[in-house]
């Protein structure tokens, strides 16, 4: 079973393919590698409109990276497909929304 332990006791552990109630709502898509050792997740920021992808291992959060300029969306549906892993666990690839590019404004208007 894959776990995470929150505070490195082991007295609490969470599933590494379950997510808490409180973050539910933040998280956009989730899939496990095919050997189920490694999971990738896309969340939102609980305020504002930040985009990150994170990974985790079944010693918990291996690296995390903010993706707002680059996507705003992750699509995890039947037309788009959702998100793969390579075949060695290594890459993952998806197809996400492109971030609207910032306006310019005019300040004397």
């Known amino acids: 079973m894959n776990t995470l332990s929150l505070d490195g006791s082991g007295?609490?552990?969470?599933?590494?393919?379950?997510?808490?109630?409180?973050?539910?709502?933040?998280?956009?898509?989730?899939?496990?590698s095919e050997s189920g050792a490694q999971q990738v997740r896309f969340?939102?920021?609980?305020?504002?409109?930040?985009?990150?992808?994170?990974?985790?291992?079944?010693?918990?959060?291996?690296s995390t990276l903010k993706v707002t300029d680059k996507m705003s969306k992750v699509m995890n549906d039947v037309v788009f497909g959702g998100i793969k892993w390579s075949v060695d666990g290594r890459k993952i690839v998806f197809v996400g929304e492109v971030a609207e590019i910032a306006s310019y404004k005019n300040p004397w208007d």
């Open 11 to 32: 007295l609490q552990k969470i599933k590494l393919n379950s997510v808490p109630d409180e973050e539910s709502n933040t998280l956009l898509a989730q899939t496990s």
């Open 43 to 62: 969340r939102k920021a609980a305020e504002g409109k930040d985009v990150f992808i994170e990974v985790w291992n079944d010693n918990g959060i291996v």
